[in-house]
């Protein structure tokens, strides 16, 4: 028997379809792969299987309603969903499907994925026809967007007699997608990662100050997602409005100045600096403490050139620090990012190309990520989707590192 995978948690979810016996076996095959199972059924899954062969199969009580006196003092779907390090439905309806991808939480298993910060693995199961009406793709798509993994149905002899896509997948490849996300789930720990993000602010006088449109958006997603598979973070960031994330050392700082004495001083504890942050190359040269009236401001403001922290974390670093440098572009876009990977040291830049409409501000993003040997072009995803993505290839970085 594998080691109990210091106990990690996966939920499996069981909704009301024929295939709900076949989840008593995924039961079998997590507890087997070294995981502890907890199950929650919807009350139509309970027509199929009773809870009690859940319960014998994972040794742990079944969760079914939102009312049940469970045992302990926290709400129950609330410990669930913090408990769970995957949650997998399997197999999952069409109805399922749908109410996930508009939040609805009526039932203790669509009020736990709500209530959840887990990945979502979804392994539908449901007749072709339900399966490939536009609405159920268009929720299987929407909850892709947002991070959901699905296992596709397989193709095959349905229950309703008809012969096509939408019996639920191999016990065994809906397994592996929840290994994998488990392994994923903890592939940072011991890891202290430093990220910077959103713009910094030079001030001219008490009002005016130069500045940049840099949201914070992708380094807050990033610092995020890195605290959820187990690092220790540290987030340095500029003027936002994003509130702190989870878990996350957050040092608010203002100039470039503040940011770079800000980032040294975590730089010698860190195995990862990821530094998203839009830095202001250039200050004003002298600072007026009052106001400037424009009487008297004068025609051209002198400006000073910021030092170039992630430049100077390249000179510093003797090779154990995994570095990720951002670059913004409007042409040109890989030979740039590849330039700037040499002369500052780095490991990997995310390359944005910022000439059309995404970029700052936006929710989602087109990004290459490009290393030494490879320049790799990633779809238009979600900040969230951008950050599980780079943190997949940091992990193997340094993981990398420490094999050489
Ligand atoms: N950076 C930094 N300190 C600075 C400037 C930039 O740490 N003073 C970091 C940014 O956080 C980012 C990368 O360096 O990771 C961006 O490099 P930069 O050369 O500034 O790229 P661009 O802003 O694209 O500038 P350029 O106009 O030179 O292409």
């Given at each position: 028997m594998a080691s109990k995978r210091e106990q990690q948690t996966i939920l499996v979810g069981v909704t009301g379809c024929?295939?709900?016996?076949k989840a008593c076996e995924l039961v079998r095959e997590l507890s087997r792969r070294g995981f502890r199972v907890k199950v929650v059924m919807t009350e139509s899954a309970t027509r199929f299987v009773a809870p009690l062969t859940f319960r014998t199969l994972s040794g742990e009580p079944v969760a079914v309603s939102l009312w049940a006196d469970e045992p302990g003092s926290k709400v129950h779907h609330i410990s669930l969903a913090e408990e769970a390090s995957v949650v997998v439905i399997a197999p999952c309806t069409a109805n399922v499907i749908a109410k996930l991808a508009h939040g609805r939480a009526d039932d203790m298993l669509t009020t736990t994925v709500l209530a959840t910060e887990a990945p979502v693995i979804v392994a539908p199961a449901m007749n072709t026809h339900m399966w490939r009406k536009d609405v159920t793709q268009a929720n299987v798509n929407a909850l892709r967007a947002r991070g959901y993994t699905f296992v596709e149905p397989a193709y095959g002899a349905l229950a309703c007699g008809d012969v096509g896509e939408g019996r639920l997948a191999d016990i065994a490849v809906i397994a592996d997608a929840a290994q994998a996300e488990a392994t994923r789930a903890r592939d940072l720990s011991g890891l202290h990662v430093l990220v910077t993000a959103g713009p910094t602010h030079e001030p001219i006088d008490p009002v005016r100050f130069i500045g940049n449109r840099s949201s914070g958006k992708t380094g807050f997603a990033i610092a995020e997602e890195a605290a959820r598979r187990g690092a220790r973070v540290s987030l340095v960031t500029g003027p936002v409005t994003l509130p702190d994330p989870f878990g996350v050392e957050v040092v608010r700082v203002t100039t470039a100045l503040q940011m770079r004495a800000a980032v040294l001083a975590r730089f010698?504890?860190?195995d990862v600096v990821i530094a998203s942050a839009a830095v202001a190359d250039f200050r004003p040269a002298s600072f007026a403490s009052g106001k400037i009236k424009k009487a008297e401001a004068p025609e051209t403001l002198a400006l000073e050139r910021n030092p170039d922290i992630l430049a100077e974390l390249g000179e510093r670093n003797d090779g154990r620090a995994v570095l990720v440098g951002f670059a913004a572009e409007t042409s040109g876009v890989r030979a740039s990012a590849r330039e700037k990977l040499l002369a500052k040291k780095l490991d990997l830049v995310v390359a944005?190309?910022?000439?059309?409409?995404?970029?700052?501000?936006?929710?989602e993003n087109r990004v290459v990520l490009v290393t030494s040997y490879a320049a790799e072009e990633l779809p238009v995803l979600d900040k969230r989707l951008i950050a599980r993505e780079l943190l997949d290839r940091v992990a193997a970085l340094v993981r990398a590192k420490r094999s050489v």
């Open positions: 024929i295939g709900a016996y010698d504890s860190s944005n190309d910022v000439s059309g409409e995404l970029g700052f501000e936006t929710d």
